[in-house]
């Protein structure tokens, strides 16, 4: 269910088998002035608002946390930037100390979208070992789990059986009842997570989690924040340009979203994203002997894809568990598998073996992208992720009305994803917490050169957020992958790879226009 607005790396996917989709947050979280801050809060040399000293001036207690050369530790943060004097909350942060050799830059910060990705468990997994090596040279890797996320105060909503369930939701409904069922399913998941985490749920919004960014900034002792936010991370990083401009160092936002847009354009842009990379897929499927889509056209693989997700709809296929392969897992398999082409060789087979009534690697596909694992516990990926979207932009409907209005344009963009698509705009509809944020641009004049990365054939974030974000930033340069796949720093161009590198080592972007394939 809800196969959109999630946004994270493909390397942080593949590093937690987590290929994943869906969801993206943009807009600005407003809750209030104070929680906004300005360019106002900081240490190392700037003022800070004497209510937040202690919080800037707080020692982290670093202690090893089971991974070789990592260290882990505790930051405090407000609950309420607006009553810093209040309750705080905790989250984790790890990193791992700069390799050498070279005279040590500072402290990089990383996180690899979501929202709900773990950034602790991106740094561990992928970023503090796999970053190119010049680069763990000069930098303490770091990272923070946003409040709600992982081992920061997650968010809880629902039991394992019960996101089972939620997961196997008809989310193309055919009729009036399946609609009120696919209501009711997301009015229970927005009561569970009322239930179990009514404390943190209306303070994960983006702008806490950027202040809470600058505070791990002065606590570190760095003058400017580094950073490289994948996807999701890019609208984080892109707000906390807005909010700090003069401590902004060097940003690489990978991957990049539109904060202009509203929750339904997002939707309906990711809609047609993830169109452009399924004809990518069949273009390449149906040039390979025994594609499960046919040998003949791309319209003629899409055909089929379509008839194969209706007969799974009136007869789900086995998989060897007890849960079966409906329509909505075997249409949340495919989508996961759009976000690295390295994934397309496992979904012909997926496929392939679905279609001779053996459903179990489009669930493989469907369970790493939910974060389940084999004992049907779910990480908080999918609490973490409503939660943050549903406060950082107003819902897309009011009601199941308004989303039958706009099924054909949906339909337009995506033949085969556009009905789940649209009935997914549903899922902040009966949120318990009313939105603080709102569309809109961001500019953050005053901040150092700002890299912005895209990708042509990019699902989850069309191409065209990173031309537009680029160009609303006022030190925003473009850089261009001419390819496939979510994300494109570290995933084998070294066109992209040195231009990145360059820029996070000296502080020079490329060149206005530079393409890499």
């Known amino acids: 269910m809800d196969p959109r607005r999630l946004l994270r790396t493909s390397a942080i996917a593949a590093a937690t088998a987590g290929l994943l989709i869906s969801g993206c947050s943009s807009g600005s979280s407003s809750t209030s002035a104070s929680a906004r801050g300005a360019d106002q809060a900081g240490p190392s040399g700037a003022a800070t608002p004497r209510a937040l000293a202690p919080y800037y001036a707080q020692k982290l207690s670093w202690r090893a946390c089971g991974v070789a050369k990592f260290e882990c530790a505790t930051m405090k943060a407000p609950l309420d930037y607006a009553k810093p004097d209040g309750p705080s909350v905790d989250l984790a942060v790890a990193r791992v100390k700069a390799t050498g050799p070279g005279k040590r830059i500072g402290s990089l910060l990383v996180n690899p979208g979501g929202p709900g990705g773990s950034a602790v468990g991106y740094l561990q997994s992928y970023a503090g070992i ?14 923070v789990d946003p409040r709600g996320v992982a081992r920061s105060e997650p968010v809880e909503c629902l039991t394992g059986p019960q996101m089972d369930a939620y997961t196997q939701v008809d989310q193309t409904p055919d009729d009036p009842a399946e609609q009120a069922a ?19 749920l209306p303070h994960v919004s983006t702008v806490e989690a950027a202040r809470d960014m600058d505070v791990l900034r002065g606590v570190l002792g760095d003058r400017k924040l580094y950073y490289v936010g994948a996807s999701y991370g890019t609208f984080l990083g892109a707000t906390y340009a807005e909010l700090f401009p003069s401590r902004t160092g060097r940003l690489v936002l990978d991957g990049a979203m539109d904060p202009s847009l509203s929750s339904l354009d997002m939707n309906r842009d ?17 040039k390979q002997k025994g594609c499960p889509l046919g040998t003949e056209s791309v319209a003629d693989a899409s055909d089929r894809l379509r008839r194969f997700f209706k007969a799974t709809d009136a007869k789900p296929v086995p998989t ?72 950082d932009l107003p819902p897309s409907f009011s009601g199941t009305g308004e989303v039958t209005a706009v099924l054909p344009s949906f339909e337009k963009a995506s033949p085969v ?12 509809t009966y949120w318990p917490v009313k939105a603080t944020g709102a569309p809109h641009r961001i500019e953050a004049k005053g901040a150092a050169p700002i890299l912005v990365v895209g990708t042509t054939r990019d699902p989850a974030t069309p191409y065209k957020w990173a031309q537009s974000l680029a160009a609303q930033l006022s030190s925003g340069t473009l850089l261009t992958y001419e390819g496939d796949g979510h994300t494109a720093y570290g995933r084998g161009s070294d066109c992209i790879d040195t231009a990145i590198n360059t820029f996070l080592l000296d502080g020079t972007p490329p060149a206005k226009g530079k393409r890499c394939s």
């Open 130 to 143: 796999g970053y190119p090596a010049p680069v763990r040279a000069r930098y303490d890797m770091v990272a």
């Open 182 to 200: 696919l209501a009711q399913a997301f009015k229970d998941f927005a009561n569970g997570c009322r239930a179990k985490s009514a404390k943190i």
């Open 270 to 286: 990711q809609t047609a994203g993830f169109e452009t990379a399924f004809t990518s897929f069949a273009a390449d499927c149906v």
């Open 320 to 391: 060897g568990q007890s849960r079966q392969l409906g329509e909505a897992l075997a249409t949340t398999g495919v989508i996961a598998a759009m976000y690295d082409e390295s994934a397309w060789p496992e979904l012909r087979t997926a496929l392939t073996r679905a279609m001779d009534g053996d459903g179990s690697g489009l669930l493989t596909l469907a369970d790493s992208y939910y974060e389940r694992d084999a004992a049907g516990k779910y990480a908080n990926l999918m609490f973490a992720n409503a939660a943050v979207n549903c406060l």
């Open 417 to 428: 994803f556009g009905d789940g698509f649209a009935w997914s705009g549903l899922n902040c």
